[in-house]
């Protein structure tokens, strides 16, 4: 191609547009725009400069700088030559990049000192633009050469036009002295991407150069294109951008804190230590698509970024098990469901990562939650949006407060939005008008935009509108603190239109978690609600029906993969403002219903562990969360107090199950507070769960008195036989055991045994493995394996037999039977058995505190056989997953002695007394009353419970 239909078809190139643009948008000056044009060569330029020698001050070293300016630009001259001839006829290319220099210097002139930073600058930019050996006429452009001298291109006039607008905003030498730091790091951080993007200039041209002469590089050139395309491959495969949250086009300014994230975070400061900051302000202002923009603007500088939705704990554990699914870090079923375990292997991993991450939590408004999550270490980068000013401080290092738009910013935003002109008077002091009665909230500005477009709304017809519904508004305009608050003048005309089944379902979609509603559990689900207005839901077709109606007005989303429903907040908002009290309660309660079918009925009878449902459980508990925050928000009256208390039990047990302590207690205690008949089966398992609760975070005193509850109420309404009233007597036998009331436990247990024997419970294993647990705590271990071996359902009793079942109940059975054989001296099948529990309880459970308990008789076994390094490493982990586990403290106090006794063992006595000191302040803040005990193993043992199940 000749280099005059090069210049023919580049001249034209969207590239170079775009770079101008930005140029434009950089100097915020239409003047300067124009004026930049008058000057088109280094000579004109040169000749400018001595127009200004005069007015210099006696400044010897300003104004030799300005002398050998000619020699300091010669490489911006060789790269505005190629840029001339390759690309364009078009003068303006090269014109702004003299007629900016000009201006610079016309500007920086007012004082010496500031003229000469401004020229130093110059150099060294010219010194870090790409070099070539032959341009013009030997240099033939391609498609990614052209893209690399766009790039470095659009850096230098871009820098020159933020220099000529600094100036602008700060025309005075004693203003500028305040402000000149922050200029002086964006040319830092300028001259660091030119001299990236040089580099790949030059790569690119010697790439073009060669391609041209193929005989004499022909082979070179096939293997660097092989390894090129090699490069591009492996980056696409390693790198990782994970941010599930929608970027908006409609972004506008916020420059001010983009910048102040991009000094905090950016990679390129070497550092060794966590870099961190936090955006911080009211909710709807913008903070999560600063994060975004931040994001996407940056993700060529980092290797990996990741989004972690933080709002609350069940979101957060989510967003931590798709990152760990995304590195491969948790690939079975079981292990995709241990959320704290995805979070110990995610955080490890960025603790390892030797390339540039960023880690963003959005929405981290609870920071007591966030500590968990928080990376300990490693040299990436954390982002953190929250309304939580005191996040700069921890754990954040730095922070910036994102606060409205002003009356200017904010209609200018809303008149783009809706494309009007905003030179127009009349157009800006309507959008003024409007940006004031919003309040210069960005997501009102937004959404408000959206519904002017969308209905082709005059401006000066949208007060009105908002005026005529104050009303409605005022609740929403006293805090403008959350999302919620601000679409409920949007949605009601879409909302008043909808009848029938259509109403119905949106009738209860506020109470559902609006991102993921299965359309199974809403058929399922309907099968035990006795309304037959809500008939509808149990047959697919009908349901489809109402679905297609929200669909087509734009009110709800579905997926068309795999048929699960979404409604956005702000609509869930709008619908319960909207709601009538008795439509509340009445919705309230059709969803109650629809969500007790996941979870199995545990008063009825005398059951054990409920495995088999977990993984409805899991779908349905989102649900129950969101359904329990939205009452407690809206404060919902309740049509049916002990069915929604029921709910609240059902999904406790599941949670105690799982070992989700921290979450299973507060949700237990709201139901005990809810139950309106105390009197039922229902209210007494209630209380019986919430000693077990109890029992497992080791306070038998207080399991005990609940224990003793639920007996009297069970006995007076089943008589003293019954099935349920036997396990009331084996939970009261096991607080017993933990509080070393040894006697009344043996007679308890015998109790109990005896009930179930005359009934002929299936549940009688369930006391024979609770006995034999009692006989060891008396240092009898044969008779407590011969108890053991009562069990049915362990008739064969080998260890496999306890792996067979799959229950997370019989791992305790394991667990107890690796005890047994400990007192009883058998090292080695208690190793082997104790090795197994531990793998069956990770696998099944997770990183919880059955697993924490595991891996302490592990390294006790490890100690004992004389693998004194295999139990340190053992319980180092331990040490890792305990601080991660909220009712984990006893392990980790634990741990830490025993570490202290092996580090002492082993002559590292440094180590032993830093562990000694952290395991007797561990102790100290969970038994204060127990200051100065003895730093022996039997104290520490007091910490944790004898037996967990």
């Given at each position: 191609m000749?280099?005059k239909?090069?210049?023919q ?8 547009h775009r ?6 948008e ?16 280094l ?7 001595k127009?200004?020698?005069k ?5 010897r070293?300003?104004l030799s ?6 020699p ?5 001259d060789?790269?505005?030559?190629v840029i001339a001839?390759?690309?364009?006829a078009?003068?303006?290319l090269?014109?702004?990049?003299w ?15 500031t003229?000469k930073?401004?020229?130093d600058m110059?150099e060294e930019?010219?010194?870090t ?6 341009y ?11 893209a690399?001298?766009?790039d ?26 305040d ?8 040319f ?8 990236r ?7 690119e041209a ?19 294109e ?9 980056a ?8 599930p949250t929608?970027?908006s086009?409609?972004f506008w300014g916020?420059e001010?804190?983009?910048n ?11 550092s060794?230590?966590?870099r ?12 999560t698509?600063i ?5 996407n ?6 290797r ?6 933080a709002d609350n ?10 990152i760990?699914?995304?590195?491969g ?6 292990e995709m469901?241990?959320?704290n375990?995805?979070m110990v ?11 540039s ?10 920071l ?14 954390v982002?953190?949006?929250t309304r939580?000013?005191?996040?700069v401080?921890?754990?954040a ?22 494309g ?20 210069g909230l960005?997501?009102?500005?937004t959404q408000?935009?959206?519904f ?7 401006l000066?017809?949208f ?6 519904n104050?009303?409605k508004i ?9 999302y ?9 005309m ?8 259509a ?8 109470y559902f ?5 299965d359309?199974m ?12 207005v809500?008939?509808f ?6 349901l489809?029906d109402?679905?297609?109606v929200?669909?087509?007005t ?10 699960v429903?979404?409604?956005h907040r702000?609509?869930?908002a ?5 709601q ?10 059709i969803?109650v ?7 199995p ?12 449902s ?12 969101h ?6 928000r ?9 069915r ?10 599941y949670?105690?199950?799982r070992?989700c302590?921290d ?6 205690e ?6 309106e008949?105390k ?5 007494a ?10 029992l497992?975070?080791n306070?038998?005193e207080k ?12 006995k ?24 070393g ?15 179930r024997?005359?009934?002929s419970?299936d ?13 060891l ?10 108890m053991l ?9 080998t260890?496999?037999t306890?792996?067979r ?13 690796s005890?047994i054989?400990?007192?009883?001296g ?6 082997c058995?104790?090795?197994?529990a ?8 997770g ?13 006790s ?14 319980l180092?982990?331990?040490v890792d997953?305990?601080a ?7 392990q980790h106090a ?11 063992e082993r ?21 204060p ?7 022996i ?12 199940w």
């Amino acid at each position: 191609m000749s280099v005059k239909e090069n210049i023919q078809k580049r001249s034209s190139s969207p590239l170079w547009h775009r770079a101008l643009e930005r140029y434009r948008e950089e100097l915020n000056q239409n003047d300067d725009y124009q004026s930049v044009t008058e000057i088109s060569s280094l000579e004109d330029l040169l000749s400018y400069t001595k127009t200004i020698e005069k007015s210099l001050p006696r400044d010897r070293k300003a104004l030799s700088s300005l002398q050998r300016l000619g020699p300091t630009l010669k490489f911006v001259d060789d790269f505005s030559a190629v840029i001339a001839v390759c690309f364009g006829a078009d003068s303006k290319l090269t014109a702004f990049v003299w007629g900016s220099i000009r201006l610079m210097l016309a500007l920086a002139s007012s004082a010496g000192d500031t003229l000469k930073d401004v020229l130093d600058m110059l150099e060294e930019l010219s010194l870090t633009l790409p070099r070539f050996r032959v341009y013009e006429t030997t240099l033939e452009m391609d498609r990614g050469l052209e893209a690399a001298l766009v790039d470095v291109y659009t850096e230098v006039i871009c820098f020159y036009a933020r220099c000529i607008h600094f100036f602008r905003l700060h025309p005075h030498v004693f203003l500028r002295r305040d402000a000149w730091k922050d200029f002086s790091d964006d040319f830092a951080r300028t001259l660091r991407r030119i001299r990236r993007l040089s580099a790949t200039v030059e790569s690119e041209a010697d790439f073009t150069r060669m391609k041209r002469d193929r005989g004499k590089y022909d082979e070179v050139l096939g293997l660097m294109e092989q390894l090129k395309e090699t490069r591009i491959k492996d980056a696409e495969t390693s790198r990782h951008f994970h941010v599930p949250t929608t970027l908006s086009p409609r972004f506008w300014g916020r420059e001010d804190g983009l910048n102040a994230i991009e000094i905090a975070l950016s990679p390129e400061q070497k550092s060794h230590q966590l870099r961190t900051f936090a955006l911080h302000g009211m909710g709807g202002v913008g903070k999560t698509q600063i994060a975004l923009q931040y994001a996407n603007r940056h993700r060529q500088l980092y290797r990996n970024i990741f989004w972690v939705t933080a709002d609350n704990v069940i979101n957060m554990g989510q967003s931590f098990r798709e990152i760990a699914k995304l590195l491969g870090l948790s690939q079975t079923e079981q292990e995709m469901q241990d959320t704290n375990g995805c979070m110990v292997k995610v955080k490890n991993w960025l603790t390892e990562a030797s390339d540039s991450w960023l880690l963003i939590f959005d929405n981290a408004d609870n920071l007591e939650v966030l500590r968990h999550a928080w990376p300990t270490n490693g040299e990436g980068s954390v982002l953190l949006t929250t309304r939580d000013a005191s996040a700069v401080h921890s754990p954040a290092s730095k922070g910036f407060h994102v606060q409205p738009f002003n009356d200017t910013d904010g209609s200018e935003v809303l008149l783009k939005l809706v494309g009007l002109d905003s030179a127009s008077t009349s157009n800006r002091d309507k959008a003024v008008a409007i940006t004031k009665s919003l309040g210069g909230l960005p997501l009102a500005l937004t959404q408000i935009g959206g519904f002017i477009v969308q209905r082709k709304l005059p401006l000066q017809n949208f007060l009105p509108l908002y005026e005529r519904n104050a009303s409605k508004i005022d609740a929403r305009k006293a805090g403008i603190n959350d999302y919620e608050h601000t679409l409920s003048t949007v949605w009601e005309m879409s909302m008043s239109k909808l009848e029938g089944d259509a109403h119905n379902l949106f009738n209860i979609l506020p109470y559902f978690q609006p991102d993921g509603i299965d359309e199974m559990l809403l058929i399922q689900g309907s099968s035990s609600v006795d309304d037959p207005v809500y008939g509808f839901l149990h047959d697919e077709m009908d349901l489809g029906d109402a679905e297609e109606v929200l669909i087509r007005t734009g009110l709800v989303d579905k997926s068309a993969e795999d048929a699960v429903l979404s409604i956005h907040r702000l609509i869930q908002a709008a619908i319960l403002r909207n709601q009538s009290p008795d439509i509340q309660k009445k919705s309230f309660d059709i969803v109650v219903g629809i969500l007790s079918w996941a979870f199995p009925d545990t008063w009825s009878e005398d059951v054990g562990h409920q495995f088999q449902s977990w993984a409805n459980c899991e779908t349905c508990l989102p649900h129950v969360n969101h359904l329990v925050t939205q009452r407690e928000r809206h404060k919902i009256s309740l049509s049916r107090p002990q069915r929604y208390s029921e709910l609240l039990l059902r999904c406790s047990w599941y949670l105690y199950e799982r070992e989700c302590y921290d979450i299973a207690k507060p949700m237990i205690e709201a139901a005990l507070e809810t139950f309106e008949d105390k009197s039922t089966l229902s209210y007494a398992s209630a209380v019986d769960l919430s000693g077990l609760l109890e029992l497992d975070m080791n306070n038998p005193e207080k399991a005990l008195i609940s224990f003793e509850k639920a007996f009297e109420i069970r006995k007076r309404l089943l008589g003293s036989t019954d099935g349920m009233v036997a396990s009331s007597l084996n939970n009261i036998a096991l607080a017993y055991t933990e509080m070393g009331v040894l006697d009344k436990a043996f007679a308890t247990h015998e109790e109990a045994i005896e009930i179930r024997l005359r009934t002929s419970s299936d549940r009688i294993g369930n006391s024979y493995s609770n006995m034999s647990s009692l006989l060891l705590r008396m240092n009898k271990p044969d008779e407590a394996e011969e108890m053991l071996k009562r069990c049915p359902s362990l008739k064969d009793f080998t260890d496999e037999t306890f792996i067979r079942t799959g229950n997370p109940r019989f791992s305790g059975d394991m667990v107890l039977l690796s005890r047994i054989r400990t007192q009883q001296g058998r090292l080695d099948e208690a190793l082997c058995l104790a090795s197994k529990a531990l793998a069956f309880r990770q696998r099944l459970l997770g990183n919880r505190l059955k697993t924490c308990d595991s891996l302490y008789d592990v390294a006790s076994l490890m100690h004992m056989h004389g693998n004194t390094a295999s139990a340190i490493e053992l319980l180092r982990q331990l040490v890792d997953i305990a601080a991660s586990v909220p009712e984990g403290k006893g392990q980790h106090a634990r741990a830490y002695f025993k570490l202290s006794v092996l580090q002492n063992e082993r002559g590292r006595h440094d180590e032993s007394c830093t562990y000694k000191e952290i395991a007797e302040q561990l102790r100290a803040e969970l038994k204060p009353e127990i200051e100065g005990a003895l730093f022996i193993d039997e104290e520490f043992m007091k910490l944790c419970v004898w037996m967990l199940w």
